[in-house]
């Protein structure tokens, strides 16, 4: 007879907020509530944004889908670098510019010359044509995004020095589903051997925010270096593994089975067969994206995925310099 996996708690974190007791779901139909269950609502969020309940109007214009608050990034100054292709006027008069040695990439460019200026400084004289990069700035085409409510820190709440969102998102979510048990997690883990604990999470589009990925493949280009926490921090199925290690101290079955927009579906469905095979008495299944960022944004703008303002107006039927709602 196959075992019967049953769900015994649940959280996480949203732009609805708490996702345990059902916090986030009433968010959501939050105009559907009745007064006492509204007010529940509103100081769940209340506590999770450092603000008081009675700030009601304030509460609901700060959390789901909204403008994208500066504090995750300027939607209208994003910074990039700019292709410059250059030529020198004539073999009489180069491309001239002073800089210091540290300035010098190690392999000189063609048509490069340096000489010594003194006091640390190189005078760069280019006789060739050349491609440069210029810093620039642009707006985003994109400026909503479904966010966590506002002012709410999950890296405030434990040490978490050199974690990608998604991993502090992951402690919180982890913590909140293990604390909606009502039972104590030291008095589960009496009853199940270390290796009957599964552990099923991760991340779509893996870590991609300056700690992880994002770090390891801008720090160059942007000149900077790169840390030895940028690869490990970036791998999708760490949202599983930190669980595993730091949270519970398992030694079972963890990884994550991605999907574009599925993977805590395909998660649920290993942990439900590990359970019904046997393999495992308890499963944790999850799944942890943190994606409002100008690069992943502007990837999934360009393959429309994501509505930009000027077709929010159209939506709208309003005129093409008309503020836009971006609720």
Known sequence: MLRLPVIVGFGGISGAGRSSFHHGHNRLIFDRLDNATAQRTLQSLAVLMGVDSSERDYILANTLVRKIH???????????????????????????????????????????????LGDKQLRVDISADSDLLVPSWRQSTVRSAGQLPTGFEPGNL???????????????????????????????????????????????????????????????????????????????????????????????????????????????????????????????????????????MEGYAAMGALATDDELRELDGLAPDAPVNHR
Not at 89 to 115: A, Y
């Open 70 to 116: 500066p504090g995750l990034f300027d939607t209208e100054n994003i910074q990039w670098n700019k292709r410059l292709p250059v030529r020198p006027l004539d073999e009489q008069h180069p491309i001239s510019f002073i800089t210091r040695p540290s300035g010098i990439p190690e392999q000189l460019p063609p048509g490069w010359r340096i000489s010594e």
């Open 158 to 296: 434990y040490q978490s020095r050199n974690h990608p969102r998604g991993i502090q998102m992951t402690v919180y979510g982890a913590s909140d589903a293990l604390q909606s048990l009502g039972i104590d997690w030291e008095l589960v883990r009496g009853k199940v051997s270390p290796d009957q604990i599964s552990v099923y999470a991760g991340s779509g589009m893996s870590q991609l925010d300056g700690n992880s990925n994002g770090g390891m493949m801008m720090s160059r280009l942007t000149g900077k270096k790169v840390t030895s926490k940028h690869c490990p921090f970036g791998f999708a199925e760490m949202p599983a593994d930190f669980i595993n290690a730091y949270l519970l101290g398992s030694i079972g079955n963890t990884g994550t089975s991605m999907g574009a927009c599925a993977s805590l579906l395909y998660n649920l469905r290993m942990g439900i067969n590990d359970i019904q095979a046997g393999r495992a008495r308890v499963a944790i299944i999850g799944n942890a994206e943190a994606p409002v960022l100008p690069e992943i």
